[in-house]
């Protein structure tokens, strides 16, 4: 799996970019770790002009088995923009991989089906 971390106006410190890894890791277990054709790519925004005062701004792109899971999430504080893009993308990959389990049992299904009907 690659990663790419991209960070606009925002400097990771030591500690910051332990809590990401940490944060990232839960997104493994989604997906094959050794698979070289999953691409993770996190960007982590600091919005400057803004009304409201700090405003990070936080996004993941996964792509799977050529299919594309995106989350994106605006917070007040660098923790809290990780956990919520971080949870979305969870919940969206988790999605993902219950459909492509269901569709593998539902062809399983089949493919018994077929051999009972032609052993009658």
Do not use: C
């Not at 803004?50 to 299919?67: C, P, R, S, T």
């Not at 219950?98 to 052993?119: I, P």
């Amino acid at each position: 799996m690659h990663v790419n971390i991209k960070t606009t106006h925002v400097e990771l410190d030591p500690h910051m970019g332990t809590y990401l890894d940490e944060k990232l890791v839960v997104l493994e277990k989604y997906v094959d770790k050794e698979d070289e054709s999953v691409k993770l790519d996190f960007e982590i925004e600091h919005l400057k002009k803004h009304k409201k005062g700090d405003v990070y701004k936080a996004e993941i792109n996964v792509l799977v088995g050529g299919k594309m899971v995106r989350a994106e999430a605006k917070g007040t504080t660098l923790q809290e923009v990780i956990d919520k893009v971080q949870d979305e993308s969870a919940r969206n990959l988790r999605k993902l991989k219950k459909k492509r389990f269901s569709m593998l049992k539902r062809r399983g299904a089949k493919m018994k089906e077929m051999l009972r009907f032609r052993r009658r």
